[in-house]
C-alpha cells in the first residue's frame, strides 16, 4: 500500500519526517546525459527552504543536498538518483507538550486513525517539510523538460487574503519578476505583481503579529510543452497534474485554465479558437496549431495542446497557530492548546517552488511516456 512514490516512467519516491535525521528521494527512469549538478537542485531548494525572510517559519535549514548515485561528471548515468538532504535544526522539545494532543488542521488524528500511532514531532511525515525531496526531485525533472524540448515551469503568487495580483498574461512570467521586485529586492511574497506584493507583505505582518494564518492562491504554468502528452481517460495530463497539485500539504482546491469561472459562462464564449497554422504541415503530419485564447488552459482531452499549461492551486491557513485553540486529546478530553515552534504565518511563499517540481515531475513522466510511444527523437 505504498503511497510514497508517484510517476511510471519518471519514478519518483521520497522518505523521511519532519524530526528525522534527513529526507531523501530516489528518481528512477531519468534519461542519461542530462546535465546535473548540486547547483542546480541547490537554486530551487533555497527558495523552499525555512528562515529566508521575516513572512516565513524561522527554522534555520541549510537545505544543502547531497547526490548519492546517479550522476557521473555532470551528467545523468540513467541509473537512479538518490539525493539526501539533512535536518539539521529540528527542535522536538517544542512538541513535548502535544505529544498526546490532536492539533486543530492537522493530521494527528487520521494518523492516528489509520496506523494506531504517529510521529508526533513536527507533524512527522505529515509536515510540509515532506516537500524538500519533492524540490530536488523537481529539480531534475526541470533539467529534463529543459533539454528535452526547451520547456519552463514557473510559479507565482496569485493572490493572499482578499489582495489579488493582475497577472496580464500568466506565460510572459518569468523567474526574475518572480524572485526579485523592479528595484532589486528580494520579493519576499513572490508575486510578480509589485503593487499587490507590497500590499500581501503588509497583510501577512499584521497576521503575524495577530498570531494568526492567512491562505492564498499559487499559479503555477508551464511552457514550451509540445501538444500531445497525456493518456486517456484515467491518466489525462489534467487529472494527473491535479492529484500532484493535491498531495502537496494544504492545497484545498485546484483549477486549470478558466477554473470555476467556466460555471457562468456559456460555450460560445468558452471555446476557444484555433488559429491558421503559420506553415503547412508535411505529408502525414499534424499541423501545429494555437488558439486565440486559453481559457482551456493548454489541454484538451487530458492531453496538452501545445498552448501554455496553467493551474492554480489553493492553500489553506497555515494551521499551526501560536494564539489559544480548542480541542481533544487521545482520550477524547477536551483541551486548550498553543502550537509552540516555528511556523510560516502564510504557506504561499515557499508553496510556490513545491507546485512548480510537482508540475514538473508530471510532465517530464509524461513526455518519457509519449515518447515511448511514439518514439525516440520525436520533437
Not at 80 to 95: G, Q
Request: glycine letters at 12%; a neutral charge; proline letters at 7%.
Amino acid at each position: 500500500m505504498s503511497g510514497s512514490s508517484i510517476g511510471r516512467a519518471f519514478r519518483v519516491t521520497t522518505a523521511g519526517e519532519s524530526h528525522g535525521p534527513a529526507n531523501v528521494v530516489i528518481v528512477d527512469g531519468c534519461p542519461p546525459g542530462i546535465a546535473l549538478s548540486v547547483e542546480d537542485l541547490r537554486a530551487d531548494l533555497q527558495r523552499r527552504r525555512p528562515g529566508q525572510s521575516r513572512l516565513v517559519s524561522q527554522r534555520q535549514e541549510e537545505d544543502e543536498p547531497e547526490i548519492l548515485s546517479g550522476v557521473f561528471e555532470g551528467r545523468t548515468t540513467g541509473t537512479p538518483i538518490a539525493v539526501l538532504v539533512r535536518n539539521t535544526d529540528a527542535r522536538s522539545k517544542d512538541y513535548d507538550e502535544i505529544w498526546e494532543l490532536y492539533r486543530p488542521g492537522h493530521a494527528d488524528y487520521t494518523y492516528d486513525a489509520k496506523y494506531g500511532l504517529r510521529d508526533p514531532r513536527g507533524g512527522g511525515r505529515s509536515s510540509a517539510r515532506e516537500t524538500v525531496s519533492r524540490v530536488a526531485a523537481g529539480a531534475i525533472a526541470k533539467r529534463v523538460l529543459a533539454e528535452a524540448f526547451g520547456g519552463r515551469v514557473t510559479g507565482y503568487v496569485k493572490q493572499i487574503g482578499d489582495v489579488v495580483a493582475h497577472v496580464e498574461d500568466p506565460s510572459a512570467i518569468d523567474e526574475s519578476r518572480v524572485e526579485r521586485l523592479p528595484d532589486g529586492t528580494p520579493n519576499l511574497v513572490r508575486c510578480p505583481d509589485p503593487e499587490a506584493a507590497a500590499r500581501m507583505v503588509a497583510l501577512v505582518d499584521a497576521v503575524r503579529r495577530d498570531l494568526d494564518s492567512i491562505g492564498g492562491v499559487a499559479e503555477v504554468v508551464a511552457t514550451g510543452v509540445p501538444a500531445g502528452l497525456g493518456e486517456p481517460v484515467f491518466d489525462r495530463l489534467k487529472a494527473d497534474l491535479g492529484k500532484a497539485l493535491f498531495s502537496i500539504p494544504a492545497v484545498m482546491g485546484v483549477e486549470t485554465g478558466s477554473g470555476f469561472a467556466c460555471a457562468t459562462m456559456r460555450g460560445s464564449a468558452h471555446n476557444d479558437v484555433f488559429l491558421p497554422a503559420r506553415q503547412a504541415p508535411s505529408a502525414g503530419q499534424v499541423p501545429v496549431l494555437a488558439t486565440e485564447t486559453n481559457r482551456h488552459g493548454g489541454m484538451l482531452g487530458g492531453i496538452s495542446s501545445g498552448m501554455p499549461i496553467v493551474m492554480r492551486a489553493a492553500v489553506k491557513p497555515t494551521s499551526s497557530l501560536a494564539r489559544p485553540q480548542s480541542s481533544a486529546n487521545v482520550r477524547g478530553q477536551a483541551v486548550t492548546l498553543r502550537t509552540k515552534g516555528r511556523h510560516d504565518p502564510c504557506l504561499l511563499p515557499r508553496f510556490v517552488p513545491v507546485a512548480e517540481a510537482m508540475v514538473a515531475l508530471v510532465l517530464a513522466d509524461h513526455w518519457l511516456r509519449w515518447q515511448g510511444q511514439r518514439g525516440h527523437g520525436r520533437p
